[in-house]
């Protein structure tokens, strides 16, 4: 392990629904130039994606990665490129291909340049055998493949913690909700879905069905754990390092629908399930985050009603 090159941030799959909002937080509180924002393809002409420095990087091309390391003085990596939930099942062999091989690469450009990782998890870790509200140390046993790669990701991770002194860091996200960025093939996508068709058709169809409860989270307050736990004292961090419970907000698809017509009048929401509903239902109510609470001090901004307003709001 050799020094890193430097104290720069590089942030891989920036051009996702998580990068998008990371990389403007970051640029905000650290300058545009100390961010390389990366990707396998390019912002659109019409992208609102922030200003900075950009670099098209295949996470499984591990040796570009090692060289954009070296040349552009990378010391932290937000790992974020992933194929999720439901492209997923729909593609296993690339999500297996994208996800382990992906985070292996990094990993291996950590453990060669000493450089602090943060590799994400997910609630997709837990399955059908998982209580309701899902522990911080429990059975990972998921039925989809995106689940488990979360899996082998946490796994990795705290190998290479404990075997090369690998400063890595991770969350188990629960389903994200943003306006600014498109979700991206996720199971709990109808939850940013139902925002946009609400606003201008008036009406959705969700994918799940009504009584369906998830854990979600609203991005503001993902992007702030995700910079908090980067922050935390090292030494206060244990075994779950790799992919802290986070709690946020736990709702049903038919909770949401009823707080969205209450403030606008006249929508409606047909339950309509497909292969999703599935493995929603493999999947946790909501999750135990004392273990985040007490190590590093997490905690929610927002509750339903606010995430709603904010939502309705911004995409108005």
């Known amino acids: 392990m050799t020094e890193s090159p430097g104290d720069r941030i590089l942030v891989t799959g920036a051009l996702g629904q998580i990068g998008t909002e990371l990389v403007s937080s970051l640029r905000q509180r650290h300058g545009k130039d ?16 922030p200003d900075g ?16 390391i070296l040349e552009e003085g990378i ?23 994208v996800n382990v091989g992906g985070t292996v690469s990094v990993l291996e450009a950590a453990r060669d340049f000493d450089l602090k990782v943060f590799a994400p998890s997910s609630i997709a870790v837990f399955g059908p055998d998982s209580p309701n509200i899902a522990p911080q140390e429990g059975p990972l046993n998921p039925t989809t493949m995106y689940g488990k790669t979360k899996v082998t990701g946490e796994i990795l991770g705290l190998n290479y913690w404990k075997q090369y002194g690998v400063d890595v860091r991770g969350l188990r996200f629960p389903g994200l909700i943003s306006w600014k960025a498109p979700a991206g093939g996720g199971t709990t996508d109808y939850a940013v879905d139902i925002f ?11 994918f799940v069905s009504e009584d369906t409860r998830l854990p979600m989270m609203y991005m503001e307050d993902a992007i702030r754990a995700t910079e908090s736990i980067m922050q935390a004292d090292p030494g206060s961090l244990g075994d779950s ?8 907000i736990s ?11 209450e403030r606008i009048p006249g929508f409606t929401c047909d339950f309509i399930p497909d292969f999703r509903q599935k493995v929603a ?17 997490w905690e929610a901004n927002y509750d339903l009603g606010r995430m709603v307003d904010e939502m309705i709001s911004n995409i108005s």
Request: proline share 5%.
């Open 251 to 261: 709702f049903t698809a038919g909770e949401l629908a009823d707080k969205i017509a």
């Open 75 to 97: 010391g932290t990596v937000f790992h974020l490129a992933a194929i999720l939930s439901a492209t997923g099942e729909k593609n296993p062999e690339l999500c297996q291909r």
């Open 53 to 68: 420095p950009f670099s098209n990087l295949s996470v499984l091309d591990g040796a570009k990665m090692e060289r954009v």
């Open 241 to 248: 390092r790799v992919g802290y419970n986070i709690k946020g």
């Open 196 to 206: 946009r068709a609400a606003v201008d058709h008036g009406h959705y169809d969700c």
């Open 281 to 297: 239902d493999s999947w946790p109510d909501d999750v135990d985050d004392e273990a985040a609470r007490n190590e590093w001090g």
């Open 34 to 49: 100390n961010i390389l924002a990366t990707d396998i393809r390019s912002p659109g002409p019409e992208s609102n994606f």
